[in-house]
């Protein structure tokens, strides 16, 4: 009788289709499809009267398979748990162990999905990290409590279907506060003065700024002062006062973390936060590279470490001084500081194999894949490159009473902006020193002349709005949730009606003011920043053993519970204060209001009583993705009348494209068709081919 094959229990189908490319038949590898065990969603499945002892039961979606996994753990004695190398993917070690009543269940981990990886995986098995299943469970907990004890408060007191959440209503609530400083923001006038001048002897000009008057700072308040400022110049004459030149170098930014890499890709890209992790689960998953089978093409994407093992720095150097020569790499090899609060578990984002340029696997990737994969890979190559270095120039021009100043830049070694160039959420105008153009050669008491005098009326601008990769800022600024968690918050704001997205950036509805005043009322200190930046904390200190979980769910549930119970008795209901629309009603003429009812928004006569006229709202969602029968109109989410959503051309009634499942934006892989995602019974969340005969599917990004 032949012996039995050891198991392997991964997360996906993707990571069984690399793992068995690297391990070929010498075991059984099956897939969970992630979690298998959750508290139950039809009650709280946590007693708060002993210990926080939570009730998990298998998700009916999974029971199948677990009960496959169950029959193929009975006929071996080995079993290796290689879920995600993270806090949730010890959870789902622990409750694979729990549900198939494992015991001696080994795990394994890797950073990467390569073969060496795995082969030195294999070499160093270990038992289950109890202490990062109790932070992982401790911050299951409390977002059970606070979910499920505060949104029944909100059905009752505003509308059916909100939600709250320990994490989210805090995201949703620097959106408010945001919105309500724009609000109040008063604009300053102000004015500037420029200067376009050029040497006597040669046609080269430039631009210098008014800075002081007398000796003092120029503060230019009306347009009367800047006009009479202009008048004492009439006549002014030129010249240069000094100069200064000083030697600037730029050091390249660190390789990827995980909201570095969402912040980059929303400015480079245009990727929302999921849609980045998504593309990234797959690079890190494995890619069918041809003859190679299917490799993965990136390290770990849910990670707070800039931090890389050595063996990739010096493949890395090594590849720099192969391509652009000795001169870019540093003396040493460089690192990058860690952050306060990074847990520093893993590396930083980076590619398996600098070898592996986008280029040479550009035929196996999708256009996002493809767009993500260079974007990470270009980013840790450059990291390990040789600062660029500058001749930064200042030079003070006095004209009567005024001095202007001007700063002009000479690049001496470009280093590793030969390669790379970091985005910036600052405006277009607002250019470092670095970045500024050449000045002609100038020396002191020189004379200039003056082409243009320009005065220009500027008012104060209120802080912007956040977009994706500013709020993501925000939150890892704030200590808020963690950077695996980002996606998934921005996903539920959006979803639950608090924020809209304009012009790429966040507002907040009315909805949205309204369940954050009322819950920053109530509930203080779960709205608060720093407590909720605290609560991260502690929960770092439960994974690391200096804090027991049990004794953070007491502390938080004291205070919690007394909240709870005077919001009960105290919190007022509060009705969502419609909006006028452009529409008008098609019956009386009136404007028609955007309300909140209890299925939803729909817009309503303004002349209501006298005229109930009400309208369904189908407000068209554009899910970026081009139409691919027309290749012109975009494909918009809308909802039936008996409120089914579809997909259909935004080019309706020109193009009658519609499709029932909700279209991705990268084309198969294999015959390039539509991609539509699925969730069903036996498999849970995928992506497939929409092509009838090609059968091409891979596996959604997994719920860790």
Known sequence: MPKAKPLIIVESPAKTRTLKNFLGNAYEVHASMGHVRDLPKSRLGVDVEKDFAPTYRVIPERKKVVDELKRAAAKTREVYIASDPDREGEAIAWHLAEALKLEGAKRIQFNEITRQAVTDAFKHPREIDTMRVNAQQARRVLDRLVGYKISPLLWSRVKRNLSAGRVQSVAVRLICDREREIQAFVPQEYWTLIARLTPFDEDFPFEARLVQIDGEKAEITNGDQAEAIVRDLDS????????????????????????????????????????????????????????????????????????????????????????????????????HRKSKTAQDAHEAIRPTSVVRTPESVRQFLSPDQLKLYNLIWLRFVASQMSAAVYDVETVNIGAGRCTFRATGSTEKFKGFRILYTEGTDDAPGDLADEDRPPLPRLSVDQLLKLLELVKDQHFTEPPPRYTEATLVRALEENGIGRPSTYAAIISTIKDRGYVEIQQRRFIPTELGFVVT?????????????????????????????????????REFYGPFEQALGEASEKMERVKVEPKETDEVCPNCGSKMLLREGRFGPFLGCSAYPECKTIVSVDKPQDVGV??????????????????????????????????????????????????????TKARGPHVRCSVEGCGFSRDAEPSG
């Open 236 to 335: 002014a004459e030129y010249r240069v006062l000094d100069t200064k030149r000083a030697e600037r170098r730029r050091n390249a930014p660190a390789p990827f973390i995980t909201s570095t890499m969402q912040q980059e890709a929303s400015r480079k890209l245009g990727f929302g936060a999921s849609k980045t992790m998504r593309t990234a689960q797959d690079l890190y998953e494995g890619i069918e590279l041809g003859s190679e089978g299917a490799v993965g093409l990136i390290t770990y994407l849910r990670t707070d470490s800039t931090r890389v093992a050595p063996e990739a720095i010096a493949e890395c150097r090594d590849y720099v001084i192969k391509t652009y020569g000795q001169d870019y790499v540093p003396a040493q090899a460089r690192t």
């Open 517 to 553: 005043d009322l819950l920053v009322k109530h509930f203080p200190r779960v709205l608060d920043v720093q407590f909720t930046a605290q609560v991260e904390s502690e929960l770092d200190q439960v994974e690391s053993g200096k804090l027991d979980w049990i004794a953070l769910l």
């Open 626 to 679: 081009a139409c691919p029968e027309c290749k012109e109109g975009r494909i918009l989410q809308r909802k039936s009348r008996k409120g089914k959503v579809f997909y259909g051309c935004s080019r309706y009634p020109d193009c009658k494209f519609v499709a029932w499942d909700r279209p991705v934006a990268e084309p198969c892989p294999k015959c390039g068709g539509l991609m539509v995602e699925k969730t």
